[in-house]
């Protein structure tokens, strides 16, 4: 399960960043989807992060818009490619 915190402006309809939920602690899992030029279309939070669940968000949503990679947030920080 996950939930899009952030729609960016390269992709809304106002030309703005658009939030639309908060972070969760149910949900502790920070990720990032982006296309082949590394523009971030949107931001979100997950129940998992290294398993089949943790490409629901590239897989349902992001393929949608393009998306090719997701990137979760790890401990230190720092986004890395799953």
């Known amino acids: 399960?996950?939930?899009?915190?952030?729609?960016c402006k390269a992709?809304?309809?106002?030309?703005?960043d658009e939030y639309t939920h908060k972070l969760s602690d149910d949900m502790p899992f920070e990720f990032?989807?982006?296309?082949?030029?590394?523009?971030?279309?949107?931001?979100g939070c997950s129940r998992s992060c290294d398993d089949e669940e943790a490409?629901?968000?590239?897989?349902?949503?992001?393929?949608e818009?393009?998306?090719t990679s997701i990137e979760y947030c790890n401990e230190k920080g720092e986004w890395e490619e799953l």
């Open 65 to 67: 818009y393009g998306c």
């Open 1 to 7: 399960m996950y939930v899009i915190t952030k729609w």
């Open 11 to 16: 992709i809304t309809d106002s030309g703005k």
């Open 32 to 43: 990032r989807c982006l296309d082949d030029d590394g523009i971030v279309y949107f931001y």
């Open 55 to 63: 490409f629901a968000p590239l897989d349902q949503t992001g393929q």
